[in-house]
C-alpha cells in the first residue's frame, strides 16, 4: 500500500490517494482495529527505522500515514466554518501527517502523535495563512508565523511538550514579545461574531455594546473643530457661551451673573456667533 500526496499551489488544493496495496507487503492497516493504533504506529515506525530497503521504507510510511488520517481529520475538523473548505483543511492536515511520519525519529523515545499533532495543526495553520486571512497582518508576522510553526514541532520533539513562548523565541534568537504578537495574530483568520455571548449571565451579545447610529458623531466633530475658537475668544464670551449652551441658562440668568441687561446678552450672543463663524470660514 502506498499514498500518493501532492501539496498545492496557491491556485489549486492539496489531494489524496490511496492505492491498491502491494502484493509483497503486509495486510492493510485497516485490519488492525483502532485501540491498536498506537502500538501499531510504534511498531512500524520501529520497522521503518530498522531497515535499510527504499522500498520497504515507502511502504511502512504508508501504512503510518493511513493508520492516523483519523487523527489528521480530527485536527482539520477543529478548524472548520472558519471560512475554507473543510474537504481543502483535511488535505492540509494530510500533508502534515506525511511530514510527521518523516520527521518522527523514535529514537527520542516520545510517543508519534506528541510529535505529530503540533506538526499537523502547524500544517493546517500554514494553510490558513496562505488562504484563510480575514484581516491581514503584516508581511513580517505572517513569515515570522511559519518560523513559530517550525520551531515548535521540532521543540515539541526534543522536550516532549508543546513550548512556550519564550522558549520558541530562544530557539529562533527573537524577542518573546515578538512570538506573543505572532501568535496573537491567529485570531486574524476570522472576526469574532457580533452574536457571540458577554458577560457573566450571556444576556448580552457582542453586537450589543457597539456604538448605534444615535451616537451623536456630528456634535462630536462641532466640539472638535469649534475648540480652537472658542479658545480664542475673550474670558466673558467664553463664559456667557458655557452658561448659554453647556448650562442652559436663559439670557434673563446671564444677564444677572454677568452684571447686564437681557437685551446685552442677546446682542453679545449674536456677536459671539458671528465671530465664531467668521474664525471658522
Known sequence: MHVTMTRPDAASTPTVTEAAPSTTRRPSTQAYPEPDRGTTTARLLGELHATDDEAEKKALRAEVVVLNMGVARAIAHRYRQRGLAEDDLVQAAYVGLVKAVNGFDPSHERDFLSYAVPTVTGEVKRYFRDFGWAVRPPRRVQELQGSIAKASSELTQRIGHSPRPSEVAEVLGIDVEAVIEALAADGAFTPASLDVPVGDDGAAT????????????????????????????????????????????????????????????????????????????
Open 206 to 281: 457582542l453586537g450589543d455594546l457597539m456604538p448605534g447610529e444615535e451616537v451623536d458623531f456630528a456634535s462630536a466633530e462641532a466640539r472638535v473643530v469649534l475648540g480652537p475658537a472658542v479658545r480664542a475668544l475673550a474670558p466673558r464670551d467664553r463664559r456667557i457661551l458655557e452658561l448659554r449652551f453647556f448650562e442652559g441658562w436663559t439670557q434673563e440668568q446671564i444677564a444677572r451673573d454677568i452684571g447686564v441687561t437681557q437685551m446685552q446678552v442677546s446682542r453679545l450672543l449674536s456677536r459671539i456667533l458671528r465671530d465664531l463663524r467668521n474664525e471658522l470660514t
